[in-house]
């Protein structure tokens, strides 16, 4: 069965900062891969996926990440950290093959604290 | 455009009692998912309906139920509500079933709140 593990439920960086949020996946089949990232009182916004192109993904707001098959790793980073990057930060599997479906798999999530 | 909209955006209620909460899907996408998502934990997959159809259901007791309307809106209901049906609700919609391709957009969430 498909899963991820976040590794670190509570992250803290200060600006300008590297930020890096790990994520560990297990799959039986080349992984469809997601970060998504939740404000406060709202809904969760796609980063960025991966669904077997190039392995280093850039997404939105600075974002990227790297796909690492031997690692089983798909960790986030982003070379300089700002105020409005705390949040938190959900990665995620699609459950493919196990069923047919959009249904995801997500981690426990990561709260980034971004300190002046 | 709009996006996923859910209504209503807070919910009180005693256990024992039915509640119902609300999706509508971004314009032109035919599917919609709903997750519970309990304080401090990732979202869990409750259900997907593509085309008024339930295409997948998660490991969630038969209390939980839904429907896709022919305008793809959804409703999610949940009877005999437990304290630990206390959560936030999310919808999300993509235009095909998904698999991992499609984008799926997620909505503000329902906040229910069971004493």
């Known amino acids: 069965a498909q899963s991820v593990t976040q590794l670190g439920s509570h992250v803290s960086v200060s600006e300008g900062a590297l930020v890096l949020l790990r994520c560990n996946y297990s799959?039986?089949?080349?992984?469809?891969l997601f970060w998504y990232v939740q404000y406060p009182n709202q809904g969760l916004q796609l980063l960025l996926k991966y669904t077997s192109a190039a392995t280093l993904v850039k997404g939105i707001n600075g974002f990227e990440a790297e796909f690492k098959k031997s690692e089983t790793s798909f960790h986030l980073t982003k070379p300089s950290a700002h105020m409005s990057d705390a949040a938190e930060y959900f990665c995620?599997?699609?459950?493919?093959?196990?069923?047919?479906?959009?249904?995801?798999?997500f981690g426990q999530g990561t709260t980034l604290q971004v300190k002046p | 455009d709009a996006g996923v909209t859910q209504s209503p955006t807070h919910l009180i209620k005693t256990r024992g009692q039915q509640v119902t909460l609300r999706c509508s899907p971004i314009s032109g996408h035919k599917s919609v998912s709903w997750y519970q998502q309990v304080l401090g934990q990732g979202p869990q997959f409750i259900f997907q309906y593509y085309e008024k159809e339930e295409r997948g259901r998660g490991n969630f007791p038969d209390r939980f139920s839904a429907r896709q309307f022919p305008n793809y809106s959804s409703e999610l209901n949940v009877n005999a509500l437990l304290l630990g049906d206390s959560a936030l609700y999310l919808c999300?919609?993509?235009?095909?079933?998904?698999?991992?391709?499609?984008?799926?957009?997620f909505g503000p969430g329902t906040r229910l709140t069971v004493l």
């Open positions: 799959s039986s089949v080349p992984p469809y």
């Open positions: 995620a599997v699609s459950d493919r093959p196990s069923s047919n479906t959009g249904k995801l798999i």
């Open positions: 999300a919609s993509s235009i095909t079933m998904g698999q991992g391709i499609d984008e799926q957009f």
